[in-house]
């Protein structure tokens, strides 16, 4: 059996019996009962996929996958295709909003390049995977050979496995690709059946002659490579990014490693709609952080059954919205664990 094989047959839906003896804590809490709301929802679904009820504190990390993506020289990008590796560096080095928003949330960064066009220096904080240098343009054919995607694939779910097994409780995944919103709107398309249009934003903010074009290349793709919808790895291999693929890896090993999955915007979206169809089960996993101003995201977290946490108007990418739906969990697993009971604080509850 293949490492994805594996992977995707340990995932299991969360534990509905512990969800319900977890709100049952909840209701014996000093508050009217479901006074808080989501938060609530938040540390039953946790708790459910840890399978206790006394999850205990977060132990917070955020993958952040980099690759290149071949479909950059069709101009379908406000930035030049070198950003993906100079951010990778400037991740590596602190200077990034993710480097901020993740130190303020407590969280360890995973900064990995799954192929950016020109090679990395050695640097200490990127961890180097690359499948190959960038994607190729997937307006002329296959993005990339079935055996890269699932390459790919193995390489998010070893880190997501490696994470879990150093004490990692709560993993964020974020994605860097300059014209990666391409690829994602591609897969959105064939994945959810949807005209191509209507999932497809402005990305870094491309005019409007540049989204006309933009449109144009996913319309192209997917005609050329007629993608399979019934088999997510065709769609992923043929449509994908190596970032994308190995996010959707990190999402199915920490879906099996029983780690709850705080997943960013759209590209994010991308990959655990992947996932999913990979592994249905997947989705009891997910903690949707927030919805981008990407016109699919909207569309990707209701195929996933997903609300999302935030709505910022976010749609930077890198985690920026995973690192700051991670205090929203920190609060719900608090609330849980921290406040008091009726009983214990010598409160009048409720009559009946």
């Known amino acids: 059996m293949t490492t994805l094989a594996a992977t995707i047959a340990q995932i299991r839906p969360p534990d509905p019996a512990i969800a319900v003896a977890t709100q049952r804590l909840l209701d014996a809490k000093t508050k009217p009962p479901r006074s808080l709301g989501r938060l609530e929802d938040l540390a039953c679904q946790i708790a459910a996929i840890r399978g206790t009820t006394a999850p205990g504190p977060a132990e917070k990390a955020i993958v952040v996958m980099g690759a290149d993506h071949g479909v950059a020289a069709e101009r379908v990008s406000a930035f030049p295709q070198e950003v993906t590796r100079q951010m990778l560096l400037n991740f590596a080095r602190g200077g990034a909003a993710i480097n901020v928003l993740a130190r303020q949330a407590g969280a360890r960064l995973v900064v990995v390049d799954m192929g950016v066009t020109v090679a990395l220096p050695d640097e200490p904080g990127i961890r180097a995977h690359r499948i190959g240098p960038g994607t190729r343009n997937f307006a002329l054919g296959p993005a990339m050979t079935r055996a890269e995607a699932v390459a790919a694939i193995e390489v998010g779910v070893a880190i997501a ?27 959105a398309a064939v994945l959810l059946d949807a005209p191509p249009d209507t999932v497809t934003g402005r990305g870094t903010g491309i005019s409007d002659d540049a989204i006309a074009v933009k449109r144009a290349v996913i319309r192209r793709a997917i005609e050329v490579n007629r993608p399979d919808p019934a088999d997510p790895v065709d769609v992923l291999a043929r449509l994908g990014g190596f970032e994308i693929a190995g996010l959707t890896g990190v999402i199915l090993g920490a879906a099996a490693a029983r780690v709850p999955i705080v997943v960013d915007g759209f590209i994010c979206g991308a990959a655990a709609l992947v996932a999913a169809r990979l592994a249905p089960a997947v989705t009891g996993s997910l903690i949707c952080a927030h919805c981008s101003v990407e016109p699919g995201h909207r569309r990707v977290l209701a195929a996933l059954g997903a609300a999302p946490l935030l709505e910022l108007e976010l749609r930077l990418g890198e985690a920026s919205g995973a690192a700051l739906a991670m205090p929203l969990v920190d609060a719900a697993l608090a609330i849980l664990h921290e406040m008091a009971t009726f009983e214990a604080a010598g409160v009048t509850n409720r009559d009946g």
């Open 161 to 187: 496995g490696e994470l879990a097994h150093g004490g990692v409780t709560l993993l964020g995944v974020g994605e860097m690709g300059i014209a990666n919103t391409t690829t994602a709107s591609a897969l």
